[in-house]
């Protein structure tokens, strides 16, 4: 989309490239190349990837504790970040903080196809038996273990409390016309979700240690790269130690949203897991209110009335057309999904 490359062409606007920063590492540039929010540096020691944070330090040495930790535990598929030449993985530079990281070979998966879709949720249940017992001591902020019930209320009322928004505007704008016409079905999906997280047994699992992973939590297709029927996950910034079904449930929305929610597609994810390591039967009941929520709908929401994210109405009306078509299709894949599993 024309309006994606804008935002990415805005992003890059933001690095300050310069030789000094790039005198910071052991390698020589030939050549700079732009790609989505990232830069391509071609080397002498091979091709490599510099990134410009948008995010702390500490959420930095998170990640890469985290990635150091899974890689002892025999996951090789994650990324590694260059130290410089102070032995650093980040480098300060004009007041920004930048990365570099070995370019990952590959291409974006497609989730057209059954056969890349089987490879990455196979590795996907290898990351999370990897992240088995990673200390989240030094790392609570970053644990969303036990808060999903809290978080998902508290979104409820800001649906709420948009609606009231929307609907004291005397001229609407077409976003808001929209919203208005689709706010209550979400609503009613969010409080079906609470419900059922409500009556499952979330919090028992949310003491059990095999329960809980590092989960990726953005498992979009550009961030699950293939090459050579090899899996490679990249981009860990919104990673957390969460219940692992909340990456199951992410994968399984970003997957068959491009089905039209078709209920095959879901059960096909679920069995590649179980042949990893099983998801027993609270686990499902969890899911299958977690899949209620309506996580995209709300963010874009809010992005919108809180003037989070500087996109154009267009932009805005486009994603949220996206996010109400097939609501039907989606409550028949859950109404499927609770027969199929026998969620009570």
């Given at each position: 989309?024309?309006?994606?490359?804008?935002?990415?062409?805005?992003?890059?606007?933001?690095?300050?490239?310069?030789?000094?920063?790039?005198?910071?590492?052991?390698?020589?540039?030939?050549?700079?190349?732009?790609?989505?929010?990232?830069?391509?540096?071609?080397?002498?020691?091979?091709?490599?990837?510099?990134?410009?944070?948008?995010?702390?330090?500490?959420?930095?040495?998170?990640?890469?504790?985290?990635?150091?930790?899974?890689?002892?535990?025999?996951?090789?598929?994650?990324?590694?970040?260059?130290?410089?030449?102070?032995?650093?993985?980040?480098?300060?530079?004009?007041?920004?903080?930048?990365?570099?990281?070995?370019?990952?070979?590959?291409?974006?998966?497609?989730?057209?196809?059954?056969?890349?879709?089987?490879?990455?949720?196979?590795?996907?249940?290898?990351?999370?038996?990897?992240?088995?017992?990673?200390?989240?001591?030094?790392?609570?902020?970053?644990?969303?273990?036990?808060?999903?019930?809290?978080?998902?209320?508290?979104?409820?009322?800001?649906?709420?409390?948009?609606?009231?928004?929307?609907?004291?505007?005397?001229?609407?704008?077409?976003?808001?016309?929209?919203?208005?016409?689709?706010?209550?079905?979400?609503?009613?999906?969010?409080?079906?979700?609470?419900?059922?997280?409500?009556?499952?047994?979330?919090?028992e699992l949310c003491s059990e240690e095999d329960k809980i992973s590092l989960c990726h939590h953005d498992?979009?297709?550009?961030?699950?790269?293939?090459?050579?029927?090899?899996?490679?996950?990249?981009?860990?910034?919104?990673?957390?130690?969460?219940?692992?079904?909340?990456?199951?449930?992410?994968?399984?929305?970003?997957?068959?949203?491009?089905?039209a929610y078709d209920f095959e597609k879901m059960k096909d994810i679920l069995e590649e897991y179980n042949?990893?390591?099983?998801?027993?039967?609270?686990?499902?009941?969890?899911?299958?209110?977690?899949?209620?929520?309506?996580?995209?709908?709300?963010?874009?929401?809010?992005?919108?009335?809180?003037?989070?994210?500087?996109?154009?109405?267009?932009?805005?009306?486009?994603?949220?057309?996206?996010?109400?078509?097939?609501?039907?299709?989606?409550?028949?894949?859950?109404?499927?999904?609770?027969?199929?599993?026998?969620?009570?």
């Amino acid at each position: 989309m024309l309006e994606t490359r804008f935002k990415d062409r805005e992003f890059l606007s933001r690095y300050h490239l310069d030789i000094k920063l790039l005198n910071n590492y052991d390698f020589q540039v030939k050549d700079i190349i732009p790609v989505r929010k990232v830069y391509i540096l071609e080397t002498n020691k091979g091709n490599k990837v510099l990134k410009k944070l948008d995010y702390s330090f500490h959420r930095l040495s998170f990640i890469d504790s985290s990635m150091e930790y899974m890689k002892k535990n025999d996951f090789k598929e994650v990324i590694s970040f260059e130290r410089n030449k102070n032995g650093d993985i980040y480098t300060q530079w004009r007041e920004s903080t930048y990365v570099v990281m070995d370019l990952v070979d590959g291409r974006e998966c497609e989730f057209n196809n059954p056969i890349e879709v089987s490879l990455a949720v196979k590795v996907l249940a290898k990351m999370h038996l990897s992240s088995r017992g990673f200390d989240t001591g030094q790392w609570e902020g970053y644990s969303e273990v036990g808060k999903a019930i809290e978080k998902c209320e508290k979104n409820l009322g800001e649906l709420d409390y948009f609606k009231k928004l929307a609907l004291t505007f005397e001229n609407k704008s077409s976003f808001d016309e929209i919203f208005l016409n689709y706010i209550d079905k979400f609503i009613s999906h969010m409080a079906k979700g609470i419900s059922i997280l409500k009556r499952s047994q979330y919090h028992e699992l949310c003491s059990e240690e095999d329960k809980i992973s590092l989960c990726h939590h953005d498992l979009a297709y550009h961030n699950i790269l293939v090459y050579n029927e090899e899996i490679r996950f990249i981009d860990f910034d919104y990673a957390a130690i969460d219940l692992r079904i909340s990456d199951v449930c992410n994968l399984i929305n970003k997957v068959t949203k491009g089905f039209a929610y078709d209920f095959e597609k879901m059960k096909d994810i679920l069995e590649e897991y179980n042949k990893v390591t099983p998801i027993d039967s609270r686990e499902l009941m969890v899911l299958y209110g977690m899949l209620w929520i309506p996580v995209g709908f709300h963010s874009l929401v809010k992005d919108y009335y809180l003037k989070r994210k500087l996109w154009s109405e267009e932009s805005f009306v486009y994603k949220l057309k996206n996010k109400v078509e097939n609501l039907t299709e989606k409550e028949d894949m859950l109404m499927n999904f609770k027969s199929y599993y026998k969620i009570s």
